[in-house]
């Protein structure tokens, strides 16, 4: 996996790919893609950010819900939900696309595409943190508190979302990595004026020589890493003090 990333970053560093490093060093196609795309950096990680947003507002209620129910339509619900998961990407955009294509305003805009990895991504956050719910011990913590005569927003708040933030900081890199990464569904919701990083280097690729994809793959890697493991970080670091 290595070998692959280390030959293509190598590839937007050199003046000649054909020629390799005797061509010479330049970071001129850097520069190229930065002002040919540079719109579609702050795009995919403002992208990002607002569906981890949303997928916490909407799927740690709705982890909690399917947690504790055991109804046999919450099952159902929770297979539903799975389905964008296991259906093609292409296939997914195209339902949206047939369903809100025509609201014109809302199909040129960035918010098409959050919907539609909001989709893709909401399974992810659920199921991960609907596991966590589902703890014996986060159970007895919660009948605990309501003896004790909490209300449902100082147990859920105060008691079960701290217990459980290991999880939804997994789940919300899982949410961002999937997002910022995510082609297929984007490319078929997409317009000239929105497009996001995978979106941009397939273009770069399609139409334009190899050095300026290859320096656009070391600047989707120079966007992304530092984000990821930075959220590793953190994710570590709230599990050490949960440990403790």
């Not at 490093?21 to 002002?35: C, F, H, I, K, M």
């Not at 997914?92 to 595409?113: E, H, K, N, P």
């Not at 999937?178 to 997409?190: D, I, P, R, Y």
């Not at 190899?210 to 890697?221: D, N, P, R, W």
């Amino acid at each position: 996996m290595l070998a692959p990333i280390a030959l293509s970053v190598m590839a937007g560093l050199v003046n000649n790919y054909s020629k390799g490093l005797s061509s010479g060093l330049t970071l001129r196609w850097l520069a190229e893609v930065l002002d040919v795309y540079g719109n579609t950096i702050t795009a995919s990680l403002m992208l990002a950010i607002v569906c981890v947003i949303c997928s916490l507002l909407l799927g740690v209620p709705c982890a909690y819900a399917l947690a504790r129910t055991e109804s046999r339509w919450a099952r159902w619900f929770e297979q539903v939900l799975t389905l964008p998961v296991a259906v093609p990407g292409l296939a997914t955009a195209l339902a949206l696309v047939l369903a809100y294509g025509q609201i014109r305003g809302f199909r040129q805009s960035f918010a098409f595409i959050l919907v539609g990895h909001l989709v893709f991504t909401l399974p992810f956050m659920v199921r991960t943190v609907s596991a966590a719910f589902r703890r014996n011990e986060l159970i007895a913590l919660e009948e605990a508190a309501r003896s004790l005569g909490a209300s449902f927003i100082q147990r859920f708040m105060g008691v079960l979302v701290p217990a459980v933030l290991p999880a939804i900081v997994a789940a919300s890199l899982m949410v961002f990595t999937l997002s910022v990464g995510e082609f297929n569904l984007t490319w078929m919701l997409h317009t000239p004026l929105t497009r996001t990083l995978p979106v941009g280097l397939a273009d770069s690729y399609a139409s334009m020589r190899i050095e300026i994809g290859s320096a656009y793959t070391l600047v989707f890697l120079l966007v992304i890493l530092p984000v990821l493991w930075g959220l590793q970080w953190l994710g570590h670091l709230i599990e050490k003090h949960h440990g403790t």
